[in-house]
C-alpha cells in the first residue's frame, strides 16, 4: 500500500505534469521527487508517467491510479476532523432507552431540538422498561436511558439526571362513583381493585406505592397487571380497576376514564436520564442538551 505522502507527490506531477515545478510545490528538491516516483511505479510495476527530455505525460495506468489516489487522499484528509468531531462530541452514535411515559412530556422536543442541533449524531430511540434498559446497558448496547422509578431510587452505578419529579394521581373509570367527586383524599380510594405494573420491571416505584398503601393500613387489590402505561390505562377504561399513573400521563385521553389528584398525599415518581461515567462524547453530549433543558423548564 503506498504510503499518503507518495501518492500526493504523485498526483502533483500528475497535476503539473513537470517535476520541476512539481519538486517546488512540494517545497522539495526535484531528485528525491524523481525518485520516489520511480519507487511507486516499481511498487506497482507499472509506469506512471512518459518522461521525454520535453515533456511529462500519464501513462494509461498514471490515468487509472490518478482518481482513485485522489480519493484515498481526500478520505486520509478527512479523517483528522473526523476524529476531532468524535472527541469532541460532535459525532457519533447515542443509543436512547426510554420508558413510555416520557413520551407525554418534554422529549419529544428535546429530541427533535437535538437533532436539529447534532445532525452529525445518529440518535437511536429503544423504548424499553428499566429492566430491559438495565439487560441492554450491561451487554453494551445501550448508551442512555430514560427511566422511571421512586424519588431518589437511580439504580447504582449510573450517573444520573432527574428530570422531573411529579405526584401519581389516580386513573379512574367514569362510572366509578369516586370519579364524580370534586376532591378526593387518598384513603377514599385505597379500597378500589388496582390496575398495576409488574414489580420487576419498575422496583422502587411499585414497592413506594405499597409502602403507601401500608402506611395508612390498607392491602391494595391487585386486579390486573400490565406492563406499559398506555395498557395500564385502557384496562382501567375497560372497567378492570383503578391505577396509580404518572401526573404527566394526564395528556393521555381515554373515553371513560378521568384522572384524579388526591387533595391530602398521594405516592411520587421520579424520571430520570442515566448513563454510564465512561460513556463517549457523543453521549455526554446528549446528557448536555437534557441539562439545558431541565434547566430551561426550571426542574429541580
Request: charge should be positive.
Amino acid at each position: 500500500m503506498p504510503e499518503i505522502r507518495t501518492l500526493r507527490q504523485f498526483l502533483t506531477v500528475a497535476e503539473e505534469l513537470h517535476f520541476g515545478r512539481a519538486a517546488a510545490r512540494l517545497h522539495m528538491t526535484q531528485p528525491p521527487l524523481t525518485q520516489a516516483i520511480r519507487k511507486l511505479e516499481a511498487e506497482f510495476g507499472a509506469p506512471l508517467f512518459e518522461r521525454t527530455s520535453r515533456s511529462v505525460a500519464l501513462t494509461p495506468a498514471g490515468q487509472a491510479l490518478r482518481p482513485a489516489a485522489e480519493k484515498l487522499l481526500a478520505d486520509a484528509q478527512a479523517l483528522t476532523p473526523l476524529v476531532q468531531a468524535a472527541a469532541a462530541g460532535q459525532r457519533g452514535r447515542v443509543r436512547l432507552g426510554f420508558v413510555s411515559t416520557v413520551g407525554y412530556g418534554e422529549l419529544p422536543r428535546w429530541l427533535r431540538r437535538f437533532r436539529e442541533q447534532h445532525a452529525e449524531i445518529e440518535l437511536t430511540l429503544i423504548e424499553a422498561t428499566l429492566d430491559v434498559q438495565l439487560r441492554e446497558f450491561a451487554a453494551g448496547e445501550l448508551d442512555a436511558g430514560f427511566i422511571l422509578h421512586a424519588p431518589g431510587a437511580v439504580p447504582e452505578g449510573f450517573e444520573s439526571l432527574a428530570i422531573v419529579r411529579e405526584p401519581l394521581v389516580l386513573a379512574m373509570s367514569a362510572e366509578e362513583p369516586l370519579a364524580k367527586r370534586s376532591r378526593l383524599r387518598a384513603n377514599d380510594a385505597l379500597g378500589l381493585p388496582l390496575v398495576i405494573f409488574p414489580r420487576d420491571i419498575a422496583p422502587s416505584l411499585y414497592d413506594a406505592v405499597l409502602a403507601f398503601y401500608r402506611e395508612r393500613q390498607a392491602t391494595p387489590r391487585i386486579a390486573q397487571q400490565a406492563i406499559q402505561m398506555q395498557t395500564i390505562v385502557n384496562l382501567v377504561s375497560a372497567g378492570i380497576g383503578a391505577a396509580w399513573v404518572p401526573e404527566g400521563m394526564t395528556s393521555l385521553q381515554r373515553s371513560g376514564v378521568v384522572y384524579k389528584r388526591m387533595t391530602d398525599a398521594a405516592p411520587r415518581c421520579e424520571t430520570s436520564l442515566i448513563w454510564r461515567a465512561d460513556a463517549a462524547p457523543a453521549v455526554l453530549r446528549f446528557v448536555d442538551h437534557a441539562r439545558e433543558q431541565v434547566g430551561s423548564k426550571g426542574h429541580t
